[in-house]
């Protein structure tokens, strides 16, 4: 069961998925850390884990499908089965996306399909909604599009503010990302 999870942040999706491991409640191989940006506090937690780390400058690539061939390579020699996107501020191409087919996931911090692309808890703020959350959804080729897999509510006060709202959501996505990636698991085993 080996996966990459590909990130380009804070990694507390990261953190909380590598910590479900080490408990021994989710039952995959870290494989691998997949980085695009030099820097990022992800990088650090992946290190303190011992977990094989690649940090990509995409910029420095000619093109897109030059800097995912590289990353597919990387998964390749990794056998990597399945690829968890947690923080990852970039659209996947279909030099991935093609041998990755339906093998991708990414969870977003809304409801989809209201709020895609950046800063989805600010634009949730802005129209003052009563119910925001999260989603997690196989990958395909557009912005937070593709099959959902998932989703779950949190309740929005008139007082809460970004922060807020934010760590509602990071409770959610901590919980709930490591059980998908579990039952994902699980039913491929039982097929
Ligand atoms: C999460 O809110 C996730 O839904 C979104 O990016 C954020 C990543 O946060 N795609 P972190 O780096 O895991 O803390």
Request: proline share 5%; aromatic share 6%.
């Amino acid at each position: 069961n080996n996966i990459a999870i590909f990130a380009s942040g804070s990694g507390s999706n990261f953190d909380a998925i590598v910590q479900k491991v080490e408990k021994g409640e989710l039952d995959v191989n870290i494989a691998l850390l997949v980085c695009d940006r030099i820097g990022a506090p992800v990088i650090e937690k992946a290190q303190k884990y011992e977990i094989d780390t690649v940090v990509y400058r995409p910029k420095s690539f000619s093109d897109k499908s030059e800097y995912e061939r590289a990353v597919l390579d990387d998964c390749r020699k990794r056998d990597v089965e399945f690829i968890v996107l947690a923080g990852y501020m970039r659209l996947i191409g279909p030099t991935l996306l093609q041998p990755f087919e339906q093998r991708i996931i990414n969870i977003h911090p809304s409801l989809l399909p209201a709020f895609p692309g950046k800063d989805a808890i600010g634009q949730a703020l802005e129209k003052r909604v009563k119910v925001t959350g999260v989603t997690i959804h196989f990958v395909d080729g557009g912005m937070d599009t593709g099959p959902i897999i998932a989703q779950e509510a949190i309740e929005v006060s008139d007082a809460d503010t970004a922060i807020d709202i934010k760590r509602k959501i990071q409770a959610v996505e901590h919980r709930l990302y490591p059980k998908v990636i579990q039952s994902l698991f699980i039913k491929e085993e039982s097929q």
